[in-house]
């Protein structure tokens, strides 16, 4: 079921709090000792970083798959490192990455540090908004099996998972699996709260995971027989064939789905209904366009519906999509405005052609 660990961080007690949270995840996620401690590592300065410079904010840990397309196996553990905070922003993010950088009286070290230990790093911040900083950890051995590999595809996905009110478990699941040419995106939120709802929107990941293969509204007609023994969950499925440029959607309940199409953003539908209890007769596929500029945002309904993309989502695509996901969480929500459900936002973005797979 989807563990996260979420601490909030408004004094310096929280800091410890921080580093127990990131060696429990790693410990769960069966990280080496060595990739223990980055995590703690990581954690740290993060949560050092929130004080510092942000007045506080919020650590989030969470296991999650890899990107689609730089490795071959999404059942593989990450342990995704979060801080995401409402602070003064950073004015010059390039710069705070290099050593000895500080607005502080500190060494400046703490944001360079992260980078060069995680496996994965990425950063947005807008001024008078926030910043958000991810580092993901991956286990050590090494990630090559000696077969053969599919070429890497053009695109990545990431997330961000938040239960309600500081709970263990979260209701709402997501999963990116590939196969072929094809990628398929799937977000699920269980209904209601608690193990029960993450005991329902992980059944759907599971089973999207063994049929990856299959069409959107396919997919969820074999959902609704693999959720019949849980509370049920709305679900949202995405499907991009890379080779033609496709994307195939359906969806049921309320979880909310955009596309970014150029300058704009388009909504895709959703059918009333419970995947696992109320599947409608018919489920429409919609079929889109996909391009270099194209982004897809999947939701939980812990997101307003009128929720902003706001500037990390119009940015270009070197960002992270788990970046993009976090910042759109963040601009929904403030302290006066408490998400009040647990909230999952799942990004699907082009891989930037001009970093290495």
């Known amino acids: ?106 060494l400046g070290a703490g944001l360079g540090t992260c980078r060069r230990t995680a496996d994965d790093f990425g950063l947005h911040s807008t001024p008078g908004q926030g910043t958000v900083v991810m580092a993901r950890i991956a286990p050590r051995p090494n990630r090559d099996s000696g077969g053969p590999h599919p070429a890497p595809l053009p695109v990545r996905a990431g997330g961000v998972n938040i239960p309600f009110a500081g709970a263990e478990f979260s209701g709402d699941a997501w999963a990116c699996v590939r196969t072929g ?50 509370r049920g969950a709305a679900v949202a499925v995405a499907q991009l064939d890379v080779a033609t440029g496709r994307l195939s959607f359906a969806g049921v309940g309320n979880a909310g789905a955009r596309l970014r199409r150029g300058d704009g953003w388009h909504g895709l539908v959703s ?56 910042s759109i969480v963040r601009d929904a929500s403030s302290a006066a405005r408490p998400v009040r459900d647990d909230t999952a936002v799942v990004v699907l973005s082009p891989f930037p052609p001009d970093r290495p797979s």
Do not use: C, F
């Open 1 to 106: 079921m989807p563990r996260v660990w979420e601490v909030p961080v408004h004094d310096s007690t929280r800091v410890r709090e921080v580093r127990m949270a990131a060696g429990a995840a790693a410990r769960h996620a069966g990280l080496a000792e060595d990739r223990l401690a980055a995590a703690e590592l990581v954690a740290t300065e993060l949560a050092t970083n929130l004080l510092k410079h942000a007045g506080g904010g919020q650590i989030l840990l969470d296991l999650v798959g890899p990107p689609v397309p730089a490795y071959g196996d999404e059942r593989t553990p990450l342990l995704q490192i979060m801080a995401v905070d409402h602070g003064p922003g950073i004015p010059d993010p390039v710069a705070a990455l290099r050593d000895g950088y500080s607005t502080t009286a500190s």
């Open 181 to 230: 040419d094809r990628v398929t995106l799937m977000l699920a939120d269980g209904l209601g709260h608690g193990p029960q709802a993450a005991r329902a929107s992980s059944a759907a990941v599971e089973e999207a995971r063994r049929a990856p293969h299959l069409p959107p509204a396919d997919l969820l007609r074999r959902l609704n027989g693999a959720l019949r023994d849980t």
């Open 271 to 326: 059918r009333p209904g419970i995947v696992g209890a109320h599947l409608p007769a018919r489920l429409p596929q919609h079929q889109e366009t996909w391009t270099d500029h194209s982004l897809l945002v999947l939701h939980s309904d812990g997101l307003p519906s009128r929720w902003s993309p706001g500037p990390a989502a119009q940015a270009p695509s070197s960002l992270d999509p788990a970046v993009i996901a976090a």
